[in-house]
């Protein structure tokens, strides 16, 4: 991949120098993009690579996509046996399972036993009721259930990639996996990273925040209701503004998935989410 840089100006006020690298790479079946500012290329490179070990980790553990990866084998033997999982799978099953009781049913990761239908011919049990969490474990109350992620695990991805950048000193970064991005200090000199927000590309300046649209724009019918039991065709384009990436990527598709006035109740659990639309 060709690698950009872009030599900045001080910023006299932190006295600051770096200077700007982005790179894109393959990823999570689609395209994943770090943009950041670092003293030399050297350290930008040294990034990149946790980055990317960052994102290989996690997909092995989330992935529904993979017949390896932690949650499938989870789906497979957490009905015979309560399962102890890894603390980012817990993470994300937990607070999927609390977007699920705010949004009354309508975001449910069980989802994948329609989703894989349709993929494939796998059908088996949906109903976020039937996952029981405790102590780091998971247990399916039915045998043929599969869970889902790909409604928040890009978001929580994206957080994790910022966590382990923060923890290198790269606090100034961008990360875009898909249409999900995470946003860490701003860059030199401004206010914030120049975002282009909601349908119609609404000019932001954000720092620390968490970016996630969900629509029907690109691929219709990949969306489904899980109270209707069938995918949503035809709605609107809804960005979500957050404190991270977990939690404007599952509430851009819970607050899609619900109508306007029933919106109320979700929005007031997560004080500080700005709904574009």
């Known amino acids: ?4 840089k872009r030599t900045e ?11 700007r690298y982005t790179e894109q790479w393959p990823a999570l079946g689609s395209v994943a993009r770090l943009t950041c500012y670092t003293e030399s290329e050297r350290e930008f490179r ?6 990317k070990q960052r994102v290989a980790e996690l997909d092995a553990k989330l992935s529904d996509y993979r017949a390896d990866s ?5 789906c497979r033997e957490a009905y015979a046996r309560t399962v102890r999982v890894s603390r980012e799978l817990f993470t994300v099953i937990e607070f999927a399972q ?8 309508k975001f449910d990761i069980t989802i994948g036993a329609r ?4 993929k494939g011919t796998f059908t088996g049990t949906v109903g976020y009721q039937y996952i029981a969490l405790g102590a780091g474990a998971v247990r399916l109350a039915r045998p043929d259930m599969q869970l889902d992620l790909g409604a928040l695990a890009k978001g929580f991805i994206a957080d994790e990639v910022s966590r382990a950048l923060d923890a290198r000193g790269v606090r100034r ?20 990273w120049k975002i282009g927000v909601g349908p119609r590309a609404e000019l932001r300046r954000l720092a620390r925040r968490g970016v996630a649209t969900a629509g029907n724009a690109y691929q219709p019918g990949h969306i489904w209701d899980a109270v209707a039991g069938r995918p949503v065709e035809a709605k609107e384009v809804l960005t979500v503004v957050a ?3 977990l939690t404007a990527d599952a509430l851009d598709t819970a607050l899609w998935l619900l109508e306007p006035g029933e919106r109320t109740g979700l929005l007031a659990a997560f004080p500080g989410v700005e709904v574009v639309g």
């Open 1 to 4: 991949m060709e690698l950009q």
């Open 9 to 19: 100006q001080r910023d006299t006020s932190e006295r600051y120098t770096g200077q």
């Open 46 to 51: 040294a990034a990149m690579a946790a980055a």
């Open 70 to 74: 932690e949650l499938n084998r989870m």
């Open 98 to 105: 609390r977007v699920s009781v705010l949004s009354a049913g």
């Open 115 to 118: 989703t894989r239908g349709r």
């Open 173 to 192: 970064h961008l990360v875009a996996l898909s249409g999900d991005i995470v946003l860490g200090d701003a860059p030199p000199g401004e206010e914030g």
């Open 243 to 245: 404190r991270d990436g």
